[in-house]
């Protein structure tokens, strides 16, 4: 066999690069980022094949290969991740007023009714995708509806463009009207039908989605620990303590459990490849059962203030003495923004109410390998370096005239990457590769 550094380079991009080659929580900043300020990044068949300075690299490539320089004022980056994000919210994103209960039955619940039409699916998949691959996101951790044909139509979606996501059909039997319900029953044969169907196949990855506690019963809950301990390198994902009245809500429907975490980690929900969205309200001993059962957390910034949710503690979570894995999500529609800078703005911003500061190189690792690590895929995406699959984002420092003019008086990267996170957006990104293949440009393809 192979491996994946030996493959041929078909293609290459030359400019500054930013990567993380390690935890940069764990093992600091010093030890684990990587800046080349002229690099060359050749890949082919998918995969990453030469990083390094471009004076190094480029004798090593191949007579006549091409190399697109987008030159000193870019950034190459790994692509971006989000580990939580509802692709049928999308039309719904910035509906206003309500806090999370009240905005799941005012908002949310009629527009995902819309999903048992497929080519209603279909479309906002489209939508959906066009608009995270203009943000720099390659891979993503999705809910779709309780309806099957809307996990079809996301799937073949990102199929089509190479993607690496996961991504499953929502679990809910209570507390949601009529029209959203399935039963404990349909519920796993429609997901145990999908994962036959879709897990492993290219580059895409089943997850197990009960929507939260409060909408499944615990028999439900129970049916998918062990659909999961069936198909045990699927994801789960689910929502935990994001808004207090939630937390009281399934305190008096789960009235025998110790907390909210433990409903999902009585009914083995807690391991590696569970992706918890937001856990703001968590406390300490559900912390430590995150730690020590594998158990990630999507810190979701935009949402929790739009939602007056509350502002997550990272710094909390990632204590040194019980680290928890913590991912970026968007958690569009509650969610205000695809774009990912935008969304580490907002993590600064939580950081602040926290007392705790949020830099731009941790900022860029959690929104690449960190999240990357949170999933459970860091030896695959997240990172640049020779067999990685070759997923990237190159942004353009100096996208708006305010930014051009603020960049000429920062000092260093960590100056100029801090930029980009709090006044940068869309505009910032010019190009996206998914295996390599060029699949936004802000030129035009
Ligand atoms: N909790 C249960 N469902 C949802 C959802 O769709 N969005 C958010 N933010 N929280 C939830
Ligand atoms: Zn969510």
Redesign the pocket.
């Known amino acids: 066999m192979t491996s994946q550094s030996q493959k041929i380079p078909r293609h290459a991009i030359r400019g500054p690069v930013l990567t993380f080659k390690g935890d940069a929580f764990k093992d600091g900043i010093e030890n684990t980022m990587v800046y080349e300020s002229d690099a060359i990044v050749a890949f082919g068949e998918g995969y990453i094949t030469h990083f390094g300075p471009a004076d190094k690299i480029k004798p090593q490539l191949p007579a006549g290969i091409t190399i697109k320089n987008y030159g000193p004022d870019s950034l190459i980056s790994a692509g971006f991740l989000d580990s939580h994000v ?1 692709f049928p ?1 999308t039309p719904m994103i910035g509906a206003y007023g309500e806090q ?1 209960l009240d ?2 039955n005012k908002y ?1 619940f009629p527009t995902e009714r819309k999903y048992a039409d497929k080519a209603i699916a279909t479309s906002v998949a489209r939508e959906f995708l066009d608009e995270c691959l203009k943000n720099g996101i390659t891979t993503n951790c999705v ?1 779709c509806t309780v309806f099957p044909q809307s996990v079809d139509a996301l799937f073949e979606e990102a199929e089509r463009l190479g993607m690496r996501i996961a991504a499953g059909k929502v679990l809910m039997n209570r507390n949601a009207p009529d029209y959203l319900l399935d039963t404990t029953k349909t519920g796993y044969d429609d997901s145990k039908m999908l994962i036959n169907k879709w897990h492993g196949r290219n580059r895409l990855m089943y997850a197990i989605t009960p ?2 506690a ?2 499944s019963t615990p028999d439900q809950l129970e049916s998918a620990g062990e659909l999961w301990t069936e198909y045990p390198d699927c994801y789960m994902q689910t ?1 935990v303590s ?2 207090k009245g ?1 937390v009281a809500w399934v305190k008096e429907l789960f009235p025998e459990r110790k907390g909210y975490l433990d409903v999902y980690d009585y009914h083995k929900l807690c391991r590696p490849r569970a992706v918890f ?2 856990g703001i309200h968590l406390d300490d001993e559900e912390m430590q059962c995150m730690h020590r059962t594998g158990s990630a957390i999507s810190h ?1 910034p935009t ?1 929790n203030f739009f ?1 007056g ?1 509350g502002f997550f503690n990272l710094h909390r979570a990632m204590q040194k003495n019980r680290p928890v894995r913590v991912g970026l999500g968007t ?1 569009l ?3 205000t923004s695809f774009s990912i800078l935008q969304t580490l703005n907002e993590a600064y911003k939580a950081a602040q109410l926290n007392n705790n500061k949020l830099d731009a190189a941790h900022a860029f690792y959690l929104s690449t390998r960190g999240t990357a690590h949170a999933m459970y895929i860091e030896d695959k995406v997240g990172s640049i370096a020779p067999g990685m699959e070759a997923d990237m984002v190159v942004l353009n420092m100096k996208s708006t005239p305010v930014i051009e003019y603020r960049m000429q008086f920062a000092k260093n990267i960590e100056e100029a990457l801090f930029i980009q996170m709090i006044m940068g957006d869309d505009r910032a990104v010019r190009s996206t590769y998914v295996a390599g293949e060029l699949r936004y440009s802000n030129e035009g393809l």
């Open positions: 509802h919210q999370l905005w799941l949310t809910y929507r939260f409060p909408t929502h994001e808004n939630e969205g937001h979701c949402s939602l949710s958690d529609g509650a969610g």
